[in-house]
Each structure stands twice: as C-alpha cells, then as structure tokens.
C-alpha cells in the first residue's frame, strides 16, 4: 500500500497495464514528453517509450479514430481527451463507430478502447473547462461509463476498464485529483494522504465495472451520487446529523440497480445527485429506475440535485455547483415529507 | 431578393436539359506522366496529384512508364472480378426492385476502383471500405452467397440482421465492417496501419471513401495523422463526379484536385485514370510499395463517374444530365481492359460472351440458394433476440430485462 492522490492512483494503473500488456498504448494531447496538464501519465513514455504513449495532434476526432483503428489491429488504446468539454469534435467517432463496432460486425470485430477525460467544475475552469457530459454517453447503446471518486477506486477501475473488451469512457472528476473536496472551497484543501482511500495497492487490482460502493450505511435516507459529489453529500448529511446511505455508483454503465434498490427499500427515501445539468441528466434515469423498483416503499417523492441548466459560468462557480447548501435542501425536503 | 450576389456559387457542368460537358475534368494523355522512384520524398512529386496517371491509350494499347506488365492471366482475372461485380450488382438491383431486398448500391462504372486496387494489394492487407466497393468483397474472395445473405438480413446473414444491406465485413478476409456514416473508416485505417507500424508488421491499410465525403473532418483526420506518423496507408478518394446531387465543386473539387490536398499535408497524393485497370493497378503498387517500405502514406484520387444511381433510393434523372454517362471522357473500366485484352491477342468477343453468361448463372445461382435461408417477407427468420446480443460483450442486465420483455410482448 502506497499513499496516492488520484493523478498518482491513475498513472500506477497505467503504467502497470503498460508492464504487463504489450497490446497497451496511451495516446493524447500531451500525454507523452510532458506527461499530461495533469501529470497523469508523467514519465509513462520515459519508461515505455514514444511508441507506446504517443503524444498526438490536437484533434480529438482523429485521436478516437486512430485508437479504434488500433484497436481493430489488436492494440488495446487508452486515449485521453484532455478535458471532457473537448470531446465533443470525437463524438461521432465515439457514438457512431467506437459504441456499435461489436454490435454491427455481430462479434467480428470489437474495439476495447478506453477514453480517458477529466471532468467536473471547481476548479475555475469557465464553461470550456468544468462540463460533466457523462449523460451524453450513457444515452449511447454499447459504452460503458465510468467515474471514480477516490484513488483507490480510480486505479481499480481504470486497470478493470483497459482490460474491457467493450469501450469504456472513464470520466475523473479533476476537483478530486488532488483530495476529496466536500464542496467548501473556503476550507483548505485536504489532500489524499489524509483519507482511506488514498491508500492504494501498488500492484494489479480490479475494481469491478457495474458495481457500485456504499460509502456510508444509514438508515434514514439514500444518496444516489458519484464522482465529485460523493464527498458533498457525506458533508451535508453529516451537518444535518442524518444517518444516511450514500451510494457511490462508480459506474454509470452497466449500472448496479440491485445495490440502488436494496438500499432504497430499505430507507425509503433518495436523493440523487450529480454535478451536470439536471434537465435529461442522468440523474433522471436513475430518478425512473427508482420509481419504478422501489414506489411502494418511498416515504417521500425522491429528490434531485444537479447543477443548473446553464453553462458553467466563471464567476459564478459556486453559485453554480449543487454544493452543499443544495443538497441539504433536497434532504430536508425528503426528511420532511410524510 | 437578389438573384445575384457576390458569393461563389459553384454549378454543376451539365443539369437535367443541358448538354453534358466534361470540359473541367483535366486530363492527360496516357502514357506521359513520369513515374517517380518509390522513395521519392512527396515535396519533389507534387506534379503527380495535378497530372492524370494513364496507361490504356484509345485503342486499348498500354503504354508509358506507369505500364504494370502483368501476366494476360491477371488480367483476365481482373476483367472477371469487374464482370463479376457489374452482373451481380444488376441482379441486386433487379432483387431490390422486386422488394426482395429494402436498398441496394451499386458500383457501375466504378468497379477498376475496387477490383485493380485490390489486387495491387497483399491478402493480409486491411481494408476499410466505403458502401461502393463491392468489388473489394469479390476480388478477395468472398462468396456471393454471403454478400446475398446479408442483403437479405437472413438467417445466414453476417451481420445478424443489423445492418442495412452492402454493409458488409469479412474478418478473415481483412475487410472492416462497413458504416453509413461517411468517411469514418478514413481515420480509423490510418489508426490500424500506426498500430502495424508499433507491431513493426509489414502489412498495410488501404481505404476508400467519395470526393464528397471528402468534406468530412474525418478525411482531414485521416491526412494528418498518416502524415504526422507516416503511418502505412492508402487513402483513396474516388471521384465519382456526384454525391447524390451534389456534384464535386461543393467538396472543393473545382479549386484545386482532391490528390492535391495530399501535398498539402506533406503525403504523396496521385491522381489517376480510375477507369484504367492497368493504370490504378500500377498507381496502387506503387502506394502500397511506399507504405511498405516506410516511404509513407499516399493519397490517391481515381477519376470516375458514379454511371448509376447514389442507390435504389435516388433519381438522378432531377439533377444530371441524362445522357452524362456517355460522354464521360474516361470511357467504361470493363470495355477499356476487354479492347486492351482483345489487342494482346488474350482475349475475344466470344469469350467475353461465355464469361458474362457463366457469372450470370452463378449469380442465379448463389441468389436461388440464399434464398432458402430466408429473405424479409418470406422462409426462415433470425431469431429477435438476437437484436440484445452484442451490444456488450456480456449481456448487462438491463438488456437482459429489456429482452425478456420483448419476448413477452411477442407472446
């Protein structure tokens, strides 16, 4: 066991994918000689050289393209986009090619690439540099999707997902790659050092794709939530002095409905929350799912907590992010109903 | 409103009505244009994307420095493959028109393209093809019977009733699978050949897309990776004049040649006579022999004419020239390699005659046994479930739920 902040957790996870699997290569914008804007894959090309992270053109439609083309080629790409409100230009690449090549060549061909992408706002990032667009690619038949909260996880689940032989578009909330961040930014930073799940395995593990995590067990209310607000809900619920289950689903897709549903039965209340927009979110499946599992045993109509259908705005970042403040309303106005 | 403004507007030569005129397709006479040393660095050969590579004369006689001396019996085989597409793509068409099959595309005039290209090429070659390259399908051998049961979405249907039909792939042929969505395959074949580049495997990438899809983001992805990486790769534009009604001045042919954008991005590009077996064959080797030997990519533009239809679903009668076709410059592929055949002494109307009725009876043939495997409204069906599978490697369980749904709302 190592200390590790999530960049740290993610850059061990590749580069012992790199080590153990020569069909394993990194590919982005750069990724290779600098390491990544993020240090992310700081001195993978160092020590595995420039064939095997390749530093590329900023044209994140072409980087989706040549890594399917690889891929079909026997090559297993994780490519990063450099910020998820960069992915856009590779969507169709995405959406089109990458979630349907398995399906339209019935099994012929499959293409086990993993995306990479920071995402997630509060970092003052302005609406180019905060988007959480992971509702785009769950609504995309043939991708998983994945966001890690904590270091542990991110490395489990990014080793899980190069592994996969479906495409996985993994999203890292980038306000968490440094410490679990509660929604305050007027409290200083608390680093990875100082939580659990900073601690993370040196060698090879997996964090299986379509489990989700019980954070906290309690019985007075569900949180449904991942990536950054993982960390908010704990700190609201704590300030409420409620007993609350806080669910980390880590993937979107395949999603864990039996965990989302045994812990709803048993509380009889949910809140889901997430950072993107709330309008068409993801949050609204899970808001469907929910009602149509669990209807019998709700005590109170399910609430949701999101950012606002805006764009992110830069000078209005914390008005913005569904902190705190936010999600404690949706727990009272749960807590509250009869 | 202003009829006039000062924005460029291009028209096309030739609308319904109007003469047809050829007039802007620049030509070069065959035999003339010099052939480069493989190695040459593509700054010194940027003449080639503004030439025209020919080598079949008007009577049917190779000549020039680009001439591939191939065996007679090569060629007979190309002149077969040609034959075969042409005959099989107007039984499909007859089958789409007698509702037997929902859509078809055919290739008339095109099939040079795919056929000399193909057999410029190495089995183990991947290919990334566009929906108009049947002719890749039948020169590498793939069964009729199998382009026939996917056109059908049958019970023996490669794709499992997926796709719409021509969307063919053969993996142990090395074809990839086939979308719709255009010019994505560009991309992903420079993608492949970077990856046969890491491997340090010999094989190559080849792929196919229209000038109009030349438009596409994906077409210019696809440059400038081959050229950052120098991956082993054959980007090929085929110019078939016609995008559905769109004609090649609105893909930003009438500036500049579409091989010329190959220079631009510091590839070789190569325009050619794309209804000249000899000289697309020539021009291909001499790509595929660049990709190999690590002189990098090309980008080859081949100078057709789409003779038919975008597919069973378009008229081209509301927006061409009737009688376009015919005063194409560039003449039919299948006539021009049967006169050069015939002047070698290899080939003869008779034969001609007996080879277009032996591919007729086996494409009669193959239908009638694709046929007993089903087709949309009659025989054997794919089991619906099948439609959940694939998605995902494994099944998750939402699919599984969602199946078990449709099962019970068949009853």
């Known amino acids: 066991m190592a200390n590790m902040n999530m960049i740290q957790a993610l850059n061990s996870a590749m580069d012992i994918m790199l080590g153990r699997d020569p069909s394993v290569v990194l590919m982005g914008e750069d990724i290779g000689y600098f390491g990544g804007v993020f240090r ?19 044209a994140e439609g072409g980087i989706v393209a040549a890594a399917i083309g690889m891929s079909i080629n026997g090559l297993r790409p ?100 440094n410490g679990p961040f509660d929604g305050d930014p007027t409290k200083p930073a608390v680093p990875w050092s100082t939580h659990p799940k900073g601690q993370v395995d040196v060698g090879h593990y997996t964090v299986p794709l379509g489990k989700a995590d019980i954070v906290r067990s309690g019985g007075d209310v569900t949180v449904i939530t991942y990536g950054t607000m993982v960390f908010v809900a704990l700190a ?57 599992e669990c209807f019998w045993d709700l005590e109170a109509p399910i609430q949701r907590v999101a950012g606002w259908d805006t764009p992110y705005p830069h000078a209005f970042e914390w008005e913005y992010f569904p902190g705190q403040a936010r999600v404690a309303t949706a727990l009272q106005t749960v807590m509250e109903a009869a | 409103m202003k009829s006039r403004s000062r924005l460029h507007l291009p028209q096309a030569p030739a609308r319904p009505g109007e003469a047809p005129d050829f007039s ?53 085989i190309g002149l077969r493959h040609m034959l075969l597409t042409r005959i099989f793509d107007d039984r499909m068409q007859r089958t789409q028109r007698a509702g037997k099959i929902s859509f078809y595309i055919r290739s008339l005039g095109e099939e040079a393209v795919s056929v000399a290209q193909c057999m410029a090429l190495r089995p183990a070659d991947m290919l990334f093809p566009s929906y108009r390259n049947q002719g890749l399908q039948i020169a590498r051998g793939i069964p009729l019977i199998d382009l026939m049961n996917q056109l059908l979405s049958n019970t023996h249907d490669m794709c499992k009733g997926r796709q719409l039909p021509v969307m063919y792939h053969s993996k142990a042929g090395h074809i990839f699978s086939i979308s719709g969505n255009l010019a994505t395959q560009f991309p992903q074949a420079v993608g492949w050949a970077m990856a046969a580049a890491i491997k340090g495997e010999d094989h190559l990438a080849a792929s196919w897309i229209g000038e109009g899809s030349s438009a596409e983001a994906d077409f210019h992805h696809a440059l400038l990776f081959a050229s950052v990486y120098q991956a082993p790769v054959i980007l090929n534009v085929v110019n078939n004049q016609w995008a559905i009604s769109t004609f090649q001045g609105y893909a ?160």
């Open chain 2, 24 to 76: 802007y397709v620049q030509l070069s006479p065959a035999g003339v244009v010099r052939r480069p040393d493989i190695n040459a660095r593509s700054r010194d050969i940027a003449f080639l994307s503004t030439e025209l590579v020919r080598v079949l004369d008007d009577e049917g006689t190779a000549v020039g420095p680009w001439h591939p001396h191939l065996d007679a019996s090569d060629l007979q």
């Open chain 2, 252 to 411: 930003g042919g009438e500036q500049r040649s579409f091989a010329a954008r190959g220079p631009g991005y510091g590839i070789a590009g190569i325009r050619v006579d794309g209804n000249d077996f000899l000289a697309v064959y020539a021009v291909t080797q001499w790509a595929a022999e660049r990709a190999r030997t690590g002189a990098g990519p090309t980008l080859i533009e081949l100078v057709t004419y789409r003779a038919a239809a975008h597919s069973t679903s378009d008229d081209p009668a509301r927006y061409r020239a009737k009688d376009d076709q015919e005063h194409w410059p560039l003449g039919d592929p299948i006539q021009r390699l049967k006169q050069h055949l015939i002047a070698l002494g290899e080939w003869s109307d008779a034969r001609h005659q007996a080879l277009s009725a032996e591919l007729e009876a086996l494409v009669v043939a193959s239908w009638k046994e694709a046929v007993t495997f089903g087709t949309m409204s009659e025989g054997p069906r794919l089991d619906a479930d099948l439609m959940f599978e694939d998605v995902f490697k494994e099944m998750p369980q939402h699919l599984e739920r969602q199946r078990a749904l449709m099962r019970a709302e068949r009853g």
């Open chain 1, 78 to 177: 994780v490519a990063e986009i450099q910020f998820a409100d960069y992915i856009y230009p590779g969507f169709d690449q995405i959406a089109s090619e990458l979630a349907r090549i398995r399906y339209r060549s019935a099994g012929e061909f499959f293409a086990p690439v993993t995306i990479r992408t920071p995402c997630g706002g509060g970092i003052r990032g302005g609406q180019t540099h905060s988007q959480s667009p992971e509702g785009i690619f769950t609504h995309v038949s043939g991708l998983k999707v994945v966001m890690p909260s904590n270091p542990y996880d991110a490395k489990g689940l990014l080793i899980a997902s190069i592994e996969d032989d479906d495409p996985v578009v993994f999203f890292e909330p980038k306000r968490l790659y």
């Open chain 1, 236 to 292: 609201a619920a704590a300030t409420l002095g409620l007993d609350a289950e806080i669910i980390d689903l880590r993937s979107l897709v395949p999603l864990d409905v039996d965990t989302i549903c045994t812990s709803v039965k048993k509380t009889g209340r949910c809140v889901v929350a997430h950072e993107a927009t709330r309008f068409s979110g993801f949050g609204a499946e899970i808001l469907s799912i929910v009602q149509e």
């Open chain 1, 40 to 58: 992310t894959t700081e001195g993978l090309q160092r020590k595995y050289g420039e064939h095997r992270v390749l530093d590329t053109p900023i």
